[in-house]
């Protein structure tokens, strides 16, 4: 079993729709983060949500987590096209000391 | 905006020669990380750096895997003896703690031919 499982693995919507990942982990949790990857570039940090916080927003970013379901979701709302790439989600256990990547989403948004 | 920077961002290196991978992290971050991600697959943790020694490390990073913070600024990645299935592209990330949010370099791509 892996931590940090996410679905859809793709998805494809049309610009200006919202578009929402969900986010699944095995163990228990410090916090959980989403990471961006645009094709071959780097990770960019894009939110924290800590285990003891249900909701969090960050501009056009939602992160929603539920650590009984030890479950997160994002949500991208109002799309772009320059939204298009892979989005990660990646836990912090309690006593742990690395992120620990989940399998990612691949976005595509279409204008 | 501070960055993490990685030389070089490409690669290329006979199977069995050693390689050392650089990254100069965010200056006034304590914690340092090294990350692969082979094509098409997930992001995969290497090892975790603090206070001038390894905090926890993976079962990939075997003996062949080394790291070190020579100076006061640059943080690497030794790999001793390269096999091809070491091709994948490597990151390095800085963090101020060891719980917050994660900065990561552009990366670098090892092609091991």
């Known amino acids: 079993s892996q931590q940090g499982e996410e679905d859809p693995q793709a998805l494809s919507i049309q610009e200006g729709e919202n578009a929402t990942m969900n986010c699944s982990y095995k163990?228990?949790?410090?916090?959980l983060q989403w990471y961006r990857q645009n094709s071959g570039r780097g990770l960019v940090h894009l939110i924290l949500?800590?285990?003891?916080?249900r909701e969090k927003h960050s501009g056009r970013l939602r992160v929603t987590l539920d650590t009984s379901k030890k479950s997160s979701s994002l949500l991208i709302t109002a799309s772009r096209a320059a939204d298009t790439a892979s989005y990660f989600c990646?836990?912090?256990?309690?006593?742990?000391?690395?992120?620990?990547f989940g399998t990612g989403t691949q976005l595509k948004v279409e204008l | 905006e501070p960055e993490v920077t990685q030389t070089p961002s490409h690669q290329v290196t006979q199977m069995g020669q050693e390689v050392i991978l650089r990254c100069v992290p965010i200056?006034?971050?304590?914690?340092f990380y090294w990350y692969r991600q082979i094509l098409g697959q997930k992001v995969e943790f290497l090892v975790s750096?603090?206070?001038?020694?390894?905090?926890?490390k993976s079962e990939i990073f075997d003996d062949q895997f080394s790291v070190e913070r020579p100076d006061g600024s640059n943080f690497t990645l030794k790999i001793r003896s390269t096999k091809l299935e070491d091709s994948a592209m490597y990151f390095c990330?800085?963090?101020?703690?060891?719980?917050?949010?994660?900065?990561f370099g552009s990366g670098t791509r090892l092609t091991v031919v």
């Open positions: 990330a800085s963090s101020e703690g060891p719980t917050g949010g994660y900065t």
């Open positions: 163990t228990s949790i410090n916090n």
């Open positions: 949500i800590r285990s003891n916080e």
């Open positions: 990646a836990t912090i256990t309690g006593g742990g000391n690395k992120l620990t």
């Open positions: 200056s006034n971050h304590l914690y």
């Open positions: 750096f603090y206070n001038n020694e390894i905090s926890e």
